[in-house]
C-alpha cells in the first residue's frame, strides 16, 4: 500500500502566506545558486558578483523569518556565533589588532555572514524546498557540470593533467571539485527519498566519481567517502560495539599521527606541505599579543606567503580551523563550534553523517566552513538530509498507526 507520509500539522493561517513565500525563496535560491556556480567561468564578474549577492539577500531575509517564528536553541546558538564573530571582528579591525589592514573589507564580511544566515534558514524549514524543481537542477546540474569538465580546456597541476575547471575561475579545481562531490551526495539523498530511479541515480554517482577522479579532488573524495562511511554506520542497528567505531577510529588515528610525527622525517613536506603550511602558522599564532590571540588578526590575516609553497604567492592555510583561529582568534574558532554544536543538535542520524564529512574536509582543506557559496551548497544538502529523515520518521509513525502496535524505525529506512 502506497503511503503518503503526513509530515508536519497543518500551519495555523495566519502564517499561511509567509510559509508559502518561504517556498517562494526557497525557489529563487536553489535557482540562482545553481546558476551561479555553472555559469561562474564564462560571464562577467558583475553579473557573478549580483547572482552571489542575490544568494546572500535571500540567505539574510528568510534566516530572520525563520528565527522570529521558529525559534529553537540549536538556531540561537548559530545566531549567537554569528555574534561572537561580528564581536571579533570589531576588535581586530576596530582596536588595531588587525595583522593585515586597519579597512574592514565589508564584502567580504557580508559573504561570510551568509554561512550563518543559510545554515538558520535551511535547517528550518527543510520541508518547504522545492524538492521536484531541486531535483531536476541537481540532475541537469551533475550532467552539465561533467560536461563542462570534460570539454574545457584542462588544468596541468604540479605536472599533472586534469580536467577543466568547472566553476571558481579556470585555472581552480577546488571550487568545481566541492560542487560535483555535494551533487553526489543529493543524487543519493533523491534515491533514498525515492524520486529518483536507481539505475539514473547509480549512474549519476558513477559520473561524478569519475569527474572527482578528473579533477583530482581527493579532499572532495575524502568528504564522500565520511559521508558514505556515516550512512553506513546509521543503517545497522545500534550495538554497543558499532556505537564504539566513531570513538575507537578517532583513537587509532590518534596514535597512528603520534607514532608518525614520533619517527617520520620531513615533517614539514607531508600532506603536500600542510603540514608544514600548519606549523607555520602555529609559530605566528604562539608571539602573538593577548588581544590579536583570542580574536584574531581579522579578516585576511590567513592570506600569506608560506615556506613550503614557494610557488604561490600568498594562500590560505588549508584547514578551515587554523583559517579561523588565524582570523578570529581562539574566540572566534570557539564561535564556529558553537555553530556546528548547533548544526549537530538540529540534525538526525544519516543528517549528521554528512555533517561530520564536512567537518572532515574543512579539517584539510579551505572547506565548507569559510567558503560561502560551497558552504550554501553543503547546507541545501544538509537540509535535504534533514528531510529524509523527517519523512522517514513520519512513514514509520503511520505504519505504526495502522499496524497498531510499535513498528522498528530502522526497517523503514530509505534506501
Request: charged residues 10%; neutral net charge.
Amino acid at each position: 500500500m502506497s503511503i503518503q507520509p503526513v509530515l508536519f500539522a497543518p500551519a495555523a493561517r495566519p502564517e499561511t502566506q509567509p510559509v508559502d513565500l518561504v517556498r517562494l525563496g526557497a525557489s529563487a535560491f536553489v535557482t540562482i545558486q545553481f546558476l551561479y556556480v555553472l555559469s561562474f567561468n564564462f560571464v562577467p564578474g558583475a553579473v557573478a558578483t549580483v547572482l552571489a549577492a542575490s544568494i546572500a539577500l535571500i540567505h539574510m531575509l528568510l534566516a530572520i523569518y525563520a528565527i522570529m517564528i521558529r525559534p529553537a536553541a540549536w538556531n540561537l546558538m548559530i545566531l549567537g556565533s554569528m555574534a561572537i564573530t561580528i564581536m571579533c571582528w570589531m576588535v581586530s579591525h576596530g582596536f588595531g589588532t588587525a595583522e593585515v589592514s586597519l579597512s574592514f573589507p565589508f564584502a567580504e564580511a557580508f559573504r561570510d555572514f551568509a554561512i550563518f544566515f543559510a545554515a538558520i534558514w535551511l535547517m528550518a524549514f527543510p520541508e518547504r524546498l522545492p524538492h521536484k524543481w531541486l531535483m531536476y537542477l541537481v540532475v541537469a546540474g551533475t550532467i552539465l557540470g561533467s560536461l563542462i569538465a570534460l570539454t574545457g580546456p584542462p588544468n596541468i597541476i604540479a605536472g599533472t593533467v586534469r580536467l577543466a575547471s568547472i566553476t571558481g575561475g579556470e585555472d581552480g579545481i577546488h571550487p568545481g571539485a566541492k560542487f560535483m562531490a555535494v551533487q553526489l551526495i543529493l543524487v543519493d539523498l533523491f534515491r533514498r527519498l525515492g524520486m529518483l530511479p536507481r539505475y539514473v541515480a547509480w549512474a549519476l554517482i558513477a559520473l561524478t566519481l569519475f569527474i572527482l577522479e578528473g579533477l583530482g579532488g581527493r579532499n572532495e573524495m575524502l568528504l564522500v567517502f565520511v559521508y558514505a562511511a556515516g550512512v553506513m554506520y546509521y543503517k545497522f542497528p545500534p550495538s554497543g560495539f558499532i556505537k564504539s567505531l566513531p570513538f575507537l577510529g578517532f583513537v587509532l588515528f590518534c596514535l597512528l599521527a603520534f607514532v608518525a610525527f614520533s619517527v617520520g622525517e620531513n615533517i614539514e613536506d607531508w600532506g603536500s606541505g600542510r603540514i608544514g603550511v600548519w606549523l607555520h602558522r602555529y609559530e605566528i599564532i604562539q608571539h602573538r599579543d593577548l588581544a590579536t590571540f583570542l580574536f584574531g588578526g581579522g579578516l585576511g590575516a590567513d592570506r600569506l606567503w608560506t615556506p613550503q609553497w614557494r610557488w604561490m604567492a600568498t594562500a590560505l592555510a588549508h584547514n578551515d580551523f587554523v583559517h579561523l583561529l588565524m582570523e578570529r582568534g581562539l574566540i572566534g574558532l570557539m564561535a564556529t563550534f558553537l555553530m556546528l554544536a548547533g548544526l549537530a543538535m538540529r540534525l538526525h542520524h544519516n543528517a549528521r553523517a554528512l555533517l561530520v564529512a564536512v567537518i572532515a574536509s574543512s579539517a584539510l582543506s579551505n572547506g565548507f566552513l569559510q567558503t560561502p557559496m560551497a558552504a550554501s551548497h553543503a547546507m541545501l544538502a544538509l537540509s535535504l538530509a534533514l528531510f529524509v529523515y523527517q519523512r522517514q520518521q513520519a512513514i514509520a509513525a503511520e505504519e505504526e498507526a495502522e499496524e497498531g502496535h510499535e513498528t522498528n524505525w530502522q526497517k523503514n529506512y530509505i534506501r
